[in-house]
């Protein structure tokens, strides 16, 4: 299990943090959300803005109560990166089955007809973020507790767009984005600073394991074996994704 490190002297602290009128600056929020001294949920999906957000929570003395939802059940690339972060941060994470998983055998996906029949009669729920987040809070008895992410809006012009139009603390649904206001580079010195890695696939497909695609699903079948034959027990015709592109080679 290797992670990957990121040095103090790669990065320097010299981006100008994003301002939107009328926007509260993130650390204000952060500082506004300690001095409440309650608990914050963090939705925790081991890529680099999500270890941004625990580190700048950390740094504003909140307690973090973080969750991780699974795409694909007991990989062990990804089982063990957790443990890490556990170890890291010395706070237990939840580990919780992400809805897109649902979504995925609920289509059908990669499923050979067999299965149909079988998937169908399930009927597996497929709840919305928001439900989620209050089946956690539930679950931890946090029953108000703020639900955080690391959203930035310089990520794409759409999150700008939705961080202006909805702001990043949205009260009635209890959700904050911790450091949307942050740069990659604020980023990148957060983990540097704090001798943060980043987990393994960063080095496989330069992002946390987000999809069924080939540009995941090649590197997991080079990089981890075991885990991508973890995959295809769930999802048994996903080697036809490998196999077409490299037909097409």
């Known amino acids: 299990m290797h992670h990957r490190c990121a040095t103090h002297h790669d990065y320097r602290r010299c981006a100008v943090p ?10 204000q929020i952060r500082a506004e959300l300690a001095a409440e001294g309650k608990p914050v949920l963090l939705g925790f999906s081991r890529g680099k803005d999500s270890l941004a957000a625990w580190l700048a929570m950390r740094e504003a003395g909140i307690e973090v109560v ?5 795409l694909v059940p007991g990989l062990r690339f990804i089982e063990d990166s957790l443990k890490f972060y556990e170890d890291f941060f010395g706070t237990p994470i939840l580990n919780l089955p992400h809805s897109t998983l649902f979504r995925w055998l609920n289509t059908l996906m990669f499923q050979p007809p067999e299965r149909a029949a079988v998937i169908e009669a399930a009927q597996l729920p497929e709840p919305t973020y928001e439900e989620l987040a209050d089946l956690i809070r539930t679950d931890v008895d946090l029953p108000a507790a703020w639900n955080a992410d690391g959203v930035r809006a310089a ?4 999150r700008r767009m939705a961080m202006v139009t909805h702001g990043p603390k949205r009260e009635h649904l209890r959700k904050v984005s911790i450091v949307w206001d942050w740069r990659i580079a604020d980023v990148r ?5 704090h001798n943060c890695p ?11 394991f987000d999809g069924l695609d080939f540009r995941f699903l090649d590197p997991i079948r080079r990089h981890a074996p075991d885990d991508y034959e973890r995959i295809l027990s769930w999802f048994p015709l996903a080697d036809l994704e490998v196999f077409r592109r490299d037909l097409a080679r």
Do not use: C, K, M, Q
Request: aromatic share 14%; glycine share 6%; net charge negative.
């Open 155 to 158: 990520d794409s012009p759409n």
């Open 66 to 70: 973080p969750y991780h939802l699974y």
């Open 189 to 193: 010195e957060a983990l540097a600073r």
């Open 18 to 27: 994003i301002v939107v009128d009328g926007i509260t600056p993130s650390e």
């Open 198 to 208: 980043l987990p393994p696939e960063y080095e496989w497909f330069g992002r946390s």
